[in-house]
């Protein structure tokens, strides 16, 4: 996403992910030809991040990702996304998740727009 400011140092994500992500959350990979292809962060229900990375999209992994998250929920998942990422927007709502909260961005790191999505089970209902 180009148009996002870059607000964190590279060692800041770093200590980010190594304090803070790894010991915390669910973390799974998806690999192809023995190279990571993308990730999913869960924290019960929220899911915090699913990233697939340029040239794999498209491919299948972010869906396996993200059928991976729904499969160990509670039953919902929650999640932001920036409002202009479309391509995630249609992701999502193609998979079931439903737009519940927008925000200007004045919560988020970046300052940016963005969306809470929402997806229900169907036996949770």
């Known amino acids: 996403m180009p148009w996002l400011p870059v607000v964190h140092s590279d060692d ?5 992910v190594a304090t803070i ?5 669910d973390v799974w990979v998806a690999e192809s030809d023995g190279r990571l ?3 999913v962060t869960l924290d019960g229900a929220e899911l915090n ?8 999209q498209g491919k299948g992994a972010g869906s396996a990702l993200l059928a991976k998250a729904m499969e160990l929920s509670p039953g919902e998942l929650s999640l932001w996304t920036f ?3 479309d391509l995630a927007r ?6 079931g998740f439903t737009a519940v909260e927008f925000t200007d961005g004045s919560g988020n790191d970046e300052r940016e727009p963005d ?11």
């Open 83 to 85: 409002q202009r990422n």
């Open 115 to 125: 969306v809470r999505y929402r997806w229900l089970a169907v036996d949770s209902v």
């Open 90 to 95: 249609r992701f999502y709502e193609h998979r």
């Open 37 to 39: 292809a993308g990730y």
């Open 49 to 56: 991040d699913l990233y697939v990375r340029p040239g794999m």
């Open 12 to 16: 800041e994500t770093r200590e980010w």
């Open 21 to 25: 992500v790894l010991p915390n959350q």
